[in-house]
């Protein structure tokens, strides 16, 4: 099996006498076993007359089977045990995967081997099922991509499989009785749910023997049932489906518009990986590409290439765009534009040195890449062991050794007006229909002959100029020595308005790093002018340099640069080689940068709609959002930003940007592949660069006191009709000990809340809890999002379930020693990857944990909690002993709730009055 020499993981591919497919992954550096299993069979396989049946079967799947018969037994025992578990069904491919603490790995194998061979489908809960879906399904009423999906659905063959709906409702699943529907669900289960039409991959710390003992052990004595199925696919597309125009009408403030064509399947073609070239050079950012010209002319402000639906027969290839106002005026130049690049590839030819570079890109990601969790990588090899042959599953998705020219040629071939699908996407269109279940208007119109012709008829071929080498690929250099004193970072500089940590890496041995600068400014404490202001400079910022250092991304070298409560951040990532010197150029480029009329009006309206869109959010969302808001000093609602945002000029920018240059505290890490001389000259230069700007002291992120008055409570307005609550509880203060209970506190309701509120009660697809610290004070969120009841009644059944919680309390005891253990296994889990280390590292030193020693001292805390402690902690919280709450929620009648709460109706006198901690 072909595997990076970088990789030190070990593989094994096996195959069961009942035809399943296994791999096997040895990761020294898992920090939990995951295992995935994928079945060859989606929504693609629903009945014609039951869409959903599918999607109604992965959920039924984890209600009870012959040997654990409790519903959602497997989902409460992954939960005890420090795992997460979740499934999803797709056009053609249905997975199910969880990771679990390594101790339980064999017990898990049992419970999903249980689920996957003898499911129960209980007819009652069956009933029970339907609504959760039918939840599911209002819940993306109002959510753009799910209504665009829609439309595509209905303007595709009706005779293929992708055109039918896949999720399911009420309307579906009624004209059936829970026995005829237990009886569907049996059918397609055991026509599809086989050993030998299933893929599994288990990731283990384990060696390989272990592993395949266990699964041999597990699942060896699967049956294999029948013969499977083999229906050949029609066509996505018939004739008068391609040369067409498809008018959408968006809920949200859109200005898209995509051109889609559509492509024969790409899996014979990995190993030469045309598309990945043509994306490569369309979606080229840098000047002279396509993008660059579109902005020049103010017709568009984004562009990809390559993304679009794939099936096992099909494959679209979307160039997708975000256009400007005068883009939608001239859409057919913009898609002129982007024939006459076509043509300019064409009669250039593709050098092989395009390919090569592709290549090169490929095996940098593939030997240095930032390695997924567990629970990814298993998902994502059991569906690759459908589309590569056991010698390249894991290098599938990178390698490039069979480079053709005539097969890159051969797909630009597909690139034509009469193979093209436009869809527009703005609230200027003029709609014919409503698409079926989520009512999006539309419209299909045919692609006159010569309109097409006039499409090919562009002559600005001399306005391009295809992509130049990348000068930014990373010499291939050994990893540094470590020096030990560096292996946890030190301080390198400590100094009024600087301080610089610099650290090595001695565990992933990648010539890769992460800088981290983050500016606290003073003149954030002004308010929300400044705040919406620091957010239209940043993107002013980022539009230049994402231009100019386009191929430095392409090439593993990134830069992040955000705003935030106390200022804003740059962060620079991936090749270590040359990276400290990219990013002091960088931070010159921060400064030097004043000129900000340049397409400031595009990138402003585009900020403003980003704002005015957050109204458009799912109710959960804007209910969180707007918590937020009230708790956190710095932070301010975006209807209101949105109102600044209008009215601000390019000259606001430039006196913003003075003034949050002008004082401001500056911290930073360095940490990877550097060694300590590298690390003192790029904080000399650091130094520098601070000393030409006044010093502040960092800015005090306040968290609003709610603990000492009455229930607080805030209606949230938004679009979307179903009603929602958001209830949080402020903890009684930040010590290590208050943390560590309402960690504990919280992942021992997180089940039983979702249990009985969303399986039992059936209130709403959207129920669960959370831990919630607003700068690092600790807190718990409960939230429900529900089609069917009022904002009011799913607040009291919140109260209710934590009263009975409080007075049931000993009935959990008898988990208490391994929610604790799986608590403590979570604080004390190994980094997946270096990226990820750099953040906890540097989340340590901006939460002042200087020693890096906060997640030990948490455990030993932890572990020194009894019971008793935690039902104590649960008794004041309900009781509101020391504790805050906050009630957030909407409905569609906006009434007010019947509890006695201090009413919050100017968020802005709220938190101008409200003392902080």
């Not at 979307?318 to 002129?336: A, F, H, K, P």
């Not at 957010?535 to 191929?551: C, G």
Request: with cysteine; proline share 5%; charged share 20%.
């Amino acid at each position: 099996m072909l595997k990076s020499a970088y990789d030190n993981r070990q593989f094994k591919h096996i195959e069961l006498d009942n035809g399943l497919r296994i791999l096997l992954v040895q990761d020294p550096n898992c920090v939990k076993s995951a295992c995935s299993v994928t079945f060859n069979v989606g929504h693609f396989n629903d009945d014609k007359d039951c869409h959903g049946i599918s999607h109604l079967l992965e959920h039924m799947l984890f209600l009870g089977n012959d040997e654990f018969t409790q519903a959602n037994g497997f989902n409460d025992f992954i939960a005890t045990h420090g795992g997460s578990i979740n499934a999803l069904t797709g056009t053609e491919y249905s997975s199910y995967f969880y990771e679990i603490a390594a101790e339980y790995e064999q017990q898990a194998l049992t419970h999903l081997y249980a689920m996957l061979s003898k499911p129960s489908f209980c007819e009652t809960l069956i009933e029970k099922e339907i609504n959760a879906i039918n939840a599911e399904f209002l819940l993306k009423q109002k959510d753009d991509l799910r209504r665009l999906y829609q439309v595509h659905k209905e303007t595709c063959n009706p005779a293929h499989p992708f055109s039918q709906f896949s999720v399911g409702n009420h309307q579906t699943f009624e004209p059936f009785s829970p026995f005829q529907l237990k009886q569907k669900l049996q059918r397609l289960f055991e026509r599809f749910y086989q050993p030998q039409n299933a893929c599994l991959c288990l990731v283990s710390q384990q060696q390989l023997s272990v592993s395949e003992e266990s699964v041999r052990h597990q699942f060896s004595n699967w049956p294999s049932n029948n013969k499977l199925p083999d229906e050949p696919l029609p066509a996505l597309y018939l004739e008068h489906n391609l040369g067409v125009q498809i008018n959408i009408l968006p809920l949200q403030k859109a200005r898209r518009m995509i051109l889609t064509f559509a492509l024969p399947e790409q899996h014979s073609h990995y190993r030469s990986k045309p598309l990945n070239v043509l994306s490569h050079i369309l979606g080229d950012e840098g000047e002279g590409g396509l993008l660059h010209f579109y902005k020049t002319k103010n017709w568009a402000t984004n562009l990809s290439a390559g993304g679009g639906i794939e099936g096992s027969t099909f494959k679209d290839f979307n160039v997708n765009l975000q256009l400007t106002d005068d883009g939608i005026q001239y859409t057919d130049e913009v898609i002129t534009a982007l024939f006459s690049y076509i043509q300019l590839i064409k009669e250039n030819g593709i050098e092989t040195w395009r390919i090569e570079e592709t290549a090169n890109l490929n095996q940098l990601m593939w030997d240095f890449p930032d390695q997924a969790k567990a629970i990814d990588e298993a998902s994502h090899y059991s569906q690759s062991m459908f589309e590569y042959p056991p010698q390249h599953l894991i290098a599938g998705d990178y390698i490039l050794d069979k480079p053709a020219v005539d097969i890159v040629f051969q797909m630009l071939a597909f690139f034509c007006p009469e193979n093209m699908r436009i869809k527009t996407i703005n609230p200027f269109v003029k709609t014919t229909h409503k698409a079926k279940w989520y009512n999006t208007p539309y419209s299909v119109e045919p692609i006159e002959a010569s309109r097409m012709a006039s499409f090919l008829s562009g002559n600005w071929q001399s306005s391009f100029v295809l992509p130049k080498a990348n000068q930014f690929l990373p010499p291939c250099k050994p990893v540094k020595s470590i020096a030990p004193e560096f292996v946890i970072p030190k301080q390198i500089i400590s100094e009024n308005g600087l301080d610089i940590w610099y650290g090595q890496d001695d565990k992933f041995q990648q010539p890769k790093g992460d800088c981290f600068l983050t500016f606290d400014c003073q003149a954030v404490n002004e308010g929300i002018h400044v705040t919406t202001a620091k957010r239209l400079w940043v993107a002013l910022l980022n539009e230049k340099l994402n231009q100019k250092y386009y191929q430095a991304n392409l090439a593993g070298m990134h830069f992040h640069l955000y705003p935030h409560q106390g200022g804003f951040s740059l962060q620079t990532n991936g090749f270590s080689a040359n990276q400290l010197e990219f990013c002091t150029n960088l931070l010159t480029q921060i400064v030097v940068n004043k000129d900000f009329s340049s397409r400031f009006s595009q990138i402003k309206a585009k900020q403003y709609q980003g704002l005015c869109n957050a109204l458009l959010n799912k109710p959960i969302n804007r209910l969180f959002s707007k918590l937020s808001v009230l708790m956190q000093q710095q932070n301010h609602a975006p209807s209101e930003m949105a109102q600044v945002m209008l009215n601000l000029t390019p000259d606001d920018i430039g006196v913003t940007k003075e003034k949050l240059l002008s004082q401001f505290h500056l911290e930073g890490l360095m940490f990877g592949d550097w060694n300590a001389e590298e690390a003192y000259k790029v904080s000399a230069d650091i130094k520098t660069f601070r000393m030409k700007h006044g010093t502040s002291a960092k800015i005090h992120r306040g968290v609003a006191d709610i603990r000492h008055g009455r229930v607080i409570s805030y209606p949230v307005e938004c679009q979307h009709k179903d009603p929602a609550v958001v209830i949080y509880f402020q903890a009684p203060d930040a010590s290590l000990k208050n943390v560590a209970l309402t960690i504990l506190a919280e992942q021992l309701i997180a089940t039983p809340f979702f249990n009985q509120l969303r399986t039992e009660q059936q209130l709403g697809y959207l129920v669960g809890s959370g831990y919630i610290p607003y700068n690092q004070h600790p807190g718990i969120g409960f939230y429900i999002q529900s089609p069917h009841y009022p904002a009011e009644y799913l607040i009291n059944a919140i109260h209710v379930f934590l009263q009975k919680i409080v007075e049931n309390i000993n009935q959990y005891s008898p988990v208490w020693d391994a929610l604790k253990k799986g608590v403590m296994k979570q604080l004390m889990e190994k980094d997946t990857n270096l990226s990820m280390k750099s953040h906890r590292l540097w989340m340590a030193i901006g939460n002042q944990d200087r020693t890096f020693t906060y997640s030990s001292q948490m455990t030993k805390t932890i572990l020194d909690i009894d019971f008793y402690e935690l039902k104590a902690y649960l008794i004041s919280l309900v009781s509101r002993q020391g504790f805050g709450e906050a009630i957030l929620y909407s409905s569609e009648q906006h009434a007010p709730i019947s509890f006695k709460t201090e009413v919050i109706t100017d968020i802005q006198n709220f938190k101008s009055t409200s003392q902080y901690l």
